[in-house]
C-alpha cells in the first residue's frame, strides 16, 4: 500500500501544472493558448518571458527531484528512486490537474536525474546549452541532451539507469515530433539571446 501511494504521489507531484500556475498567477495568461500551447519552460520563456521562464524551468526540475526523493524521505528501501521518478515524467506529461495536457518531460527528467546522479545532470546541462550554443534550437538541443544521456549511462553498467533513462529519451523525443517536422520544414523558432 505504501509503495502504491509514493507512486501516486510521485504522479501528482509531476502533475502540478508549474507554467499554467504562474501564467494564470501573475500574468492573467494561460499559456496553453499561446505560442506552442505547451506547459512547459520553453512556451513559458517564449510567452511571458524569462523570469517565468526561469521559474517555471526550476519547479519542473525540483518535481522529479523531490519524486526521486520520495522512497528516502519515507523510509522505504525497497522501491528504487528512479521508477518513482519516472512517474513524476509522466504526471508531467500528462497532468490529472491540467487536462493530462502537459509538457515535453524534459525538465522533470533532468530532475529526476539531479536526485539520483547529480553529475550527470550537469553534463546534461552543459550539453544542452552547447547545442543551444550551436543549433539555436531548444528542441533539437533538449534530444541532443536526451540522446548523451542514453549513450552515458550505458557506460555505468547501471541497470535502472539504463532503463529509465532509455524510457525518459523516448518520452522526449517522441514529445518533440511536432518540433522535429518544424526543423526539416525551417519553420522552428530559433532562440535569439545566445
Known sequence: MIYALIILLAYLLGSIPSGLIVGKAFYGKDIRQFGSGNLGGTNTFRTLGVKAGIAVTLADILKGTLATALPFLFGIEHLHPLLVGTFAVIGHMFPVFAGFRGGKAVATSGGVLLGYVPLLFLLLIAIFFLGLYLTKYVSLSSMI????????SLFTKDIPLIIVI??????????HRANISRIKNGTEPKIKWL
Open 145 to 152: 541532451a536526451a540522446c548523451a544521456a542514453l549513450i552515458v
Open 166 to 175: 532509455t524510457v525518459m529519451a523516448i518520452f522526449v523525443i517522441y514529445r
